[in-house]
């Protein structure tokens, strides 16, 4: 019977795909235990075949192929609702798990039986150097969502820690579904509310202490043009098609638990308004996009002013595309005074 599914959502991921596949079937369970879920975007290298070859091999290897590209999002609500397995792991394609890690969770999954279990991971640079060991968690169980965020991040900005990070966790399905928990369709941005809306909503939360996931620090990922220079259209997607993900998550918290939703508020102030500085020193062309989808959005982006200080303000108004190249060379002459220093 399978307790656990691996859900990998694949676009272009040909070139770290092999290891990412060998971390989750070279393991100490048996096959029959898991299944690896992939769902295709319509990806233009040879993932498919990469997949299908070990297909071939594995049984426990499923892959879907998407007719158009859905993006990131929509592919993992679809993901979710393909899985049978009562528990599920959202995994990036470029990203790899530690070897004979799955025991240990699955002894921990039937012990406690968790709506949401929580581990820490590691930062690798694509050569798989290691960065940094990030251990937040320790070894605890709560009896609610609401009392582990409390007691784990008492004093600290609980926002900081559980935004985004979806492989950091493993998800009990009638859970997630009964929570509805959803990601916006058509969104390339997918993890940034799923993961605390299931930790505050979970009844029951175990986080162990160990690392069982390794995220690649990729900059040739799709939010990146270079490691410092953003897409214009992630930019505005991450500013307020999140930032309006994040509002209506607010709404709901605002019924469940006061005190954190006021940390949230804050939180939501800086989203909105953290795009300032990606757009500065975006490139000319990557700002001409972030303008052209601003204009597209423009009802939305006026819905949201209030929220906006004084220069994310003059950047979204008429004269913001000006206003953004001053802001650059203002930007490039700084760095050039600091490196003079």
């Known amino acids: 019977m399978i307790k656990l599914s691996f859900l990998i959502s694949l676009y272009n991921g040909a070139l770290y795909l092999e290891k990412c596949l060998d971390s989750l079937l070279h393991q100490n369970i048996s096959y029959d235990l898991y299944d690896i879920i992939c769902v295709d975007d319509c990806s233009s290298d040879n993932t498919c075949e990469l997949v299908e070859k070990y297909q071939s091999i594995y049984p426990n290897v499923i892959l879907i192929k998407n007719e158009i ?19 599920f792991w959202l995994v990036d394609q470029d990203d790899y798990i530690e070897p004979t890690c799955l025991q240990k969770i699955f002894e921990a999954l039937d012990t406690e039986s968790p709506d949401v279990l929580l581990f820490n991971y590691r930062l690798v640079k694509s050569d798989e150097s290691i960065i940094d060991n990030i251990s937040l968690f320790r070894d605890t169980t709560k009896e609610n969502g609401i009392e582990f965020v409390k007691t784990e991040f008492a004093d600290r900005d609980y926002c900081q820690y559980i935004m985004g990070y979806k492989w950091r966790a493993i998800f009990r399905t009638d859970m997630w579904r009964k929570c509805d928990i959803r990601c916006v369709d058509g969104m390339n941005y997918d993890d940034t509310v799923i993961v605390p809306k299931a930790i505050l909503l979970a009844n029951k939360i175990v986080s162990m202490g160990d690392i069982f996931y390794n995220y690649r620090q990729n900059t040739n990922s799709m939010t990146y043009s270079s490691s410092f220079v953003k897409k214009g259209n992630y930019i505005f997607e991450f500013a307020f098609l999140v930032g309006n993900e994040i509002e209506t998550f607010y709404n709901q918290l605002q019924t469940i638990d006061i005190e954190l939703s006021e940390l949230l508020y804050k ?10 500085l ?30 906006l200080n004084w220069s994310a303000k003059l950047l979204v108004s008429r004269s913001g595309y000006i206003l953004s190249i001053v802001g650059e060379w203002i930007y490039k002459l700084k760095k050039m005074m600091e490196r003079k220093i």
């Open 278 to 307: 990606d757009l500065i020193r975006t490139s000319r062309q990557q700002k001409r996009v972030f303008y052209q989808i601003l204009r597209e959005n423009a009802l939305l982006v006026n819905k949201k002013k209030h929220w």
């Open 69 to 87: 590209n859905n993006r990131l999002a929509s592919n993992v609500n679809k993901l979710v609702e393909l899985t049978n397995a009562p528990y």
């Open 267 to 276: 939180h939501l102030q800086k989203r909105y308004n953290n795009f300032v």
